[in-house]
């Protein structure tokens, strides 16, 4: 994390910790950012869960110190060090998202992950065009300084990654390092690796992925890069999933059109009849993304306050606890991470006075701030805080409204 110019740097303790709470039963990426953020670190906020869960009616199963020493075991054996969310090698562009992965295992060169990247995702029953496609267009942005981002899949996946070997490729897994999907790919996660380029995951080591994790991979996949390109997809095809997280992170969509008596272009075709911009050539991807290249991208903190659209469904078995009351916005630097001693302390109530303001219309938070003249800081952590208890809603705009009342027969 960066405020002033500086960035955390976990220690070996610290780093444990952010495991074993990230591996936590119910803890995903928005659960741990409030945790972290209300308790001033990982360890206080593993020593805060249980009665945390016990006031909520609920019994929280805590990663165990051994089973968190078992997994940095394995990381050891197979090379993959743990980056956490806010280290100067964790992925900006990444960071950036609205629920970054807390810690992801790197296995490869970090610096690749400074660079500017484009995702290049489609169908795994590809045809001999769109693979010829892929190729094309994977070589020629990875010649002008673009890594090429993929999640290491069957067909089109496979063959981006193949054709960028030689400028840089990023693979994202939906499983662990242990248990690369499928098992065919595993030599050329290694070549990727040789090469320069990066192979990563936020799940467990050995973890084997299931059909939820392919979403959560995906998310990172868009959220790796600046553009997305997808080169072929039918209707109902993952790649489009790619596709729509990489609109709610705001990111460029690219698709490359094909016949329409082809399945494999239905998917493509209807992304560019619904807005995605014509890649046919990689000068279409280079020439449309040269005007956003930031200087360097900069991460603001753990902030939940992303103006994104909601996502459509959920990614983790995230913990409903009303008493959490956390401060999702993003946390004053240095120190964040500093587990913090003695007993927690107290939560603070909602704030009645904006829940009095609010109404089923949605509202942009600077003009709620104005309407019950608080600084906007203390009403963006009063929301958080009701957001959690589902006590507030937020839109796709960053707007904020009572959920609607349900409907009686």
Known sequence: MEQGGQRIL??????????????????????????????GGARAALEALPSLGARSGKTIVLCSVADAEREMAQAARIDARFVALGERDYPAALAQIADPPPLIALRGAPAILA???VSIVGSRNASALGLRMTEILAHGVGEHGYAIVSGLARGIDAKAHEAALA??????????????YPPENEPLAEAIIERGGAVLSE????????????PRRNR????LSLATVVVEAARKSGSLITARFALDQGREVFAVPGSPLDPR???????IRQGASLAADPDHIVSALAPLLPPEPQFDG????????????????????????ADLAAPEFPGWEQASEGPAPDLSPPDSKLLGALSVSPVDIDSL????????????????????????????LNRVSLPPEPRTR
Do not use: C
């Open 10 to 39: 976990l220690t070996d303790s610290q780093r444990f910790d952010w495991l074993r709470l990230t591996r936590s039963e119910g803890v995903g990426p928005r659960t741990f950012r409030a945790l972290v953020n209300r308790y």
């Open 265 to 271: 272009a239905e998917g493509t075709n209807d992304l």
């Open 167 to 180: 400028t840089g490729t990023i693979a994202v897994l939906a499983g662990g390092h242990a248990r690369i």
């Open 302 to 325: 753990l902030s939940a306050n992303s103006p994104l659209a909601p996502r459509r469904k959920p990614l983790w078995d995230e913990l409903d606890l009303p008493d959490l009351g």
């Open 115 to 117: 660079r500017p990247a």
């Open 203 to 214: 799940m467990p080591i050995g973890w084997t992925p299931r059909g939820r994790d392919f």
């Open 220 to 223: 990172i996949v868009s959220g």
């Open 369 to 396: 701030a104005r309407l019950v003249s608080l600084p906007v800081r203390e009403v963006q952590a009063a929301l958080a805080e009701l957001e959690l208890a589902g006590r507030v809603t937020r839109d796709g």
